[in-house]
C-alpha cells in the first residue's frame, strides 16, 4: 500500500539516490552533458513544502520546492520552484506517481498562498512531461547543452570575432536594451520599465562573464556573453561554460553570424579545457529558440501553472 507522506530529513539520501538515478537517465540521452557522481542536494525541509511517496519502506518519488517569493515572474501571484533535483520517481508508473506527488504537493502550496508553480523536468522524461501536463503545467523555458566542439557555418565576408575586455563591456550596451525590449513584445510579453531595464543592464555588466563580439568595422554587431555557472546544478561543474546572453543586430540576422561567433566562443572554450556549453532560454522567444534547438540539445523543461485566484477564497 502507498502512503504520501510530508518529505523530512530522514528522507534526504533516498531522495538523493532518485534525483541522481533521474539525471543519469536524461545523461544517456544527452552525453554533452557532465558526468556528476553525488548531488549537492539542498536541504528542501525547513519551509515544510515537500512530499514523499512510499510503497513500505521504498520510497517510489518526492517532490519538494525552494522558499516561495512574492511577485513571481513579475505577476501579484506568490511562486515557488522545484529544480530538477528537488524531485524524482522510480521509471514504474512514474506518470501517476508524479500526479498523486503534486496533487498532495499543490494542496498544500495553495494552502500557503503560493498559486504560481513552476518545476523543472528532464526533457526525455516522457511519463513526467505528460503527468505535469495533464496537471495543467505549459512550457516556460529550456536549458540545453553542446558539446565544445566547432561545426560547419557560412563564411562571413567582412566580420571579425573578439572577446572584449571587462572596461569594454559598455559597448553592448545598445544591444542589451535591443534584447531587453524585444523580450517584451510578443509573445514573450516579459515587459518591465526602463528603470527596470537599467538595473537589470547594470547587473549585467558587472557580472563576472566573458563577453564575445562578432566586428562589422570595428563596431559589435552581435554578442555572446559567457559565465561559468547557470540555474540548473550539473552548470555547477567545473567542465561546462553556459550562455547567459546573446543577441544580434536585426539587419545581421540570417547571414552565418551567429553561427561564426558560436564557433568562435567554442575554439576559445577550448583552450581552457571546457568539455560542454550550456544555454537557457524562454521556449516562447521564437526567434532565438529555434537558434539554440539548431546547434544545442534540450536537456531540462522549464513548466510552470498560474493557479486562479478563486483558490484562494475561503
Not at 102 to 126: F, M, N, P, R
Not at 129 to 136: N, R, S, Y
Not at 150 to 161: D, S
Request: glycine residues 6%; hydrophobic residues 40%.
Amino acid at each position: 500500500m502507498t502512503t504520501i507522506l510530508a518529505f523530512t530529513k530522514h528522507h534526504i539520501e533516498k531522495a538523493r539516490e532518485l534525483a541522481l538515478a533521474n539525471y543519469n537517465e536524461e545523461r544517456s540521452v544527452v552525453t554533452a552533458l557532465p558526468q556528476i557522481d553525488v548531488i549537492s542536494f539542498d536541504d528542501f525541509t525547513d519551509n515544510e513544502l515537500g512530499v514523499a511517496m512510499f510503497d513500505g519502506e521504498k520510497m517510489l518519488g518526492f517532490l519538494c520546492c525552494y522558499d516561495p517569493w512574492d511577485n513571481a515572474f513579475d505577476s501579484t501571484a506568490k511562486g515557488t520552484f522545484t529544480p530538477t533535483h528537488a524531485h524524482g520517481a522510480i521509471s514504474e508508473n512514474r506518470g501517476m506517481i508524479y500526479k498523486k506527488l503534486y496533487q498532495a504537493a499543490a494542496e498544500i502550496w495553495v494552502k500557503h498562498g503560493i498559486t504560481y508553480h513552476s518545476v523543472g523536468l528532464y526533457a526525455h522524461d516522457l511519463q513526467a512531461k505528460d503527468a505535469f501536463f495533464a496537471c495543467g503545467f505549459g512550457l516556460r523555458c529550456i536549458d540545453a547543452v553542446r558539446p565544445v566542439a566547432n561545426f560547419a557555418y557560412p563564411v562571413c565576408e567582412g566580420i571579425t570575432f573578439d572577446e572584449l575586455a571587462k572596461t569594454e563591456v559598455s559597448q553592448i550596451r545598445d544591444m542589451r536594451n535591443a534584447l531587453s525590449i524585444h523580450l517584451g513584445e510578443s509573445p514573450c510579453f516579459m515587459r518591465g520599465t526602463i528603470a527596470d531595464r537599467e538595473s537589470w543592464i547594470a547587473r549585467a555588466e558587472s557580472r563576472d562573464s566573458r563577453v564575445f563580439v562578432a566586428l562589422h568595422d570595428d563596431l559589435p554587431i552581435a554578442f555572446i556573453e559567457v559565465k561559468s555557472d547557470g540555474e540548473h546544478f550539473a552548470t555547477w561543474e567545473n567542465s561546462m561554460q553556459n550562455i547567459c546572453g546573446a543577441f544580434c543586430l536585426p539587419v545581421y540576422r540570417g547571414k552565418g553570424i551567429m553561427q561564426g561567433l558560436l564557433n568562435h566562443v567554442i575554439t576559445q572554450l577550448k583552450v581552457d579545457k571546457v568539455n560542454s556549453l550550456g544555454v537557457d532560454f524562454e521556449s516562447f522567444n521564437l526567434s532565438s529558440s529555434g537558434f539554440w534547438l539548431k546547434h544545442f540539445t534540450a536537456y531540462s523543461y522549464g513548466v510552470t501553472r498560474r493557479i486562479d485566484e478563486c483558490a484562494l477564497m475561503s
